[in-house]
Nanobody
Framework: VQLQASGGGSVQAGGSLRLSCVAS????????IGWFRQAPGKEREGVSC????????VYADSVKGRFTISSDSAKKMVYLQMINLKPEDTAVYYC????????WGKGTQVTVSS
């Protein structure tokens, strides 16, 4: 199982970014797939997850209404559309696939300036 996130960058508050994660080595429909982030000096936290079987999604309260997780199982891609970004969204973002065991990709840096 391999995952690789990309699409991070530096934006001003109020801006948007779309993160992408390419996954390989597993069947999307059997996994929970999601995005986590880790800010400097803080623990890694969940941002959003999707059940690959039925597409149900969950979001952290801090991102509800601003972030949207989606996937393209045919392309083995997971996306995180982020709008109205805030400085507190600054973190390294990781994609994750879990089926009992969790697999992590290398993160992508998102920096939001005020």
């Amino acid at each position: 199982v391999q995952l690789q996130a990309s699409g991070g960058g530096s934006v001003q508050a109020g801006g948007s970014l779309r993160l992408s994660c390419v996954a390989s080595g597993f069947n999307f429909e059997q996994y929970i797939i999601g995005w986590f982030r880790q800010a400097p000096g803080k623990e890694r936290e969940g941002v959003s997850c999707m059940d690959g079987y039925d597409g149900k999604t969950v979001y952290a309260d801090s991102v509800k209404g601003r972030f949207t997780i989606s996937s393209d199982s045919a392309k083995k891609m997971v996306y995180l559309q982020m709008i109205n970004l805030k400085p507190e969204d600054t973190a390294v973002y990781y994609c994750m696939g879990s089926h009992g065991i969790s697999y992590w990709g290398k993160g992508t840096q998102v920096t939001v300036s005020s």
